[in-house]
């Protein structure tokens, strides 16, 4: 009798998690998509600030993967392959140093990287929106695929001359175009769950 009598409830739990995960789940999605609307925007009023900034926390990031290598290359077994992950080690520490110590020309081949990686991103995009085109809010998929493709092509196009301003505005564009993309999908995906929920 107990056991039947907790049945219902039990069921009603189970039958409102996955709403309330996805629900959830979307809410912080939402933020996410206002977080990369807001940046953008920052990006797009200073594009030069974001430029350097993109290329210090490049060089920040590559400097310390190299102490990291470092450390690693000593708890190692061999001194082959103690040799090669100092070697490694080295060109990372290298790297990261350039990149702090010469930002300008620095943005130049960050802006070369960008362009390959947009280049890429937009083809997984636009990739995806054929594979999931029924789905609610797609289209802002292959309208995100499109947009980052073109911003690929245009650094390739404005490079290295134009690489300190373009660099920063067209980061600030796709960071919109992502934040909107998501927000949409995330938008659709709430009423979804609200639908199911009724």
Known sequence: MGQSGESPDREAKMS??????LKR?????????????????????????????????????????????????????????ILWKLFVAALYLAVGIYFLTHP??????????????FFAEGITDIATYFASRKLSGAGWILADGIVTLLLGVMIWAHWPSGSLWVLGTLVGISMIMTGMARLMISVAT?????????
């Open 16 to 21: 409102e998690a996955p709403t309330s995960v």
């Open 25 to 81: 789940a979307s809410g912080w999605s939402i933020l996410w998509a206002f977080v990369l609307i807001l940046f953008g925007v920052v990006a797009l009023v200073l594009p030069w600030a974001t430029s350097l900034g993109v290329v210090m926390i490049v060089g920040w990031l590559v400097f310390f993967s190299g102490v990291v290598q470092v450390l690693h290359a000593f708890r190692s077994k061999g001194i082959g392959s």
């Open 104 to 117: 300008i020309q620095s943005v130049a081949a960050i802006a070369l990287v960008l362009a390959i990686f």
């Open 190 to 198: 709430r009423r979804l769950v609200a639908q199911f929920a009724d």
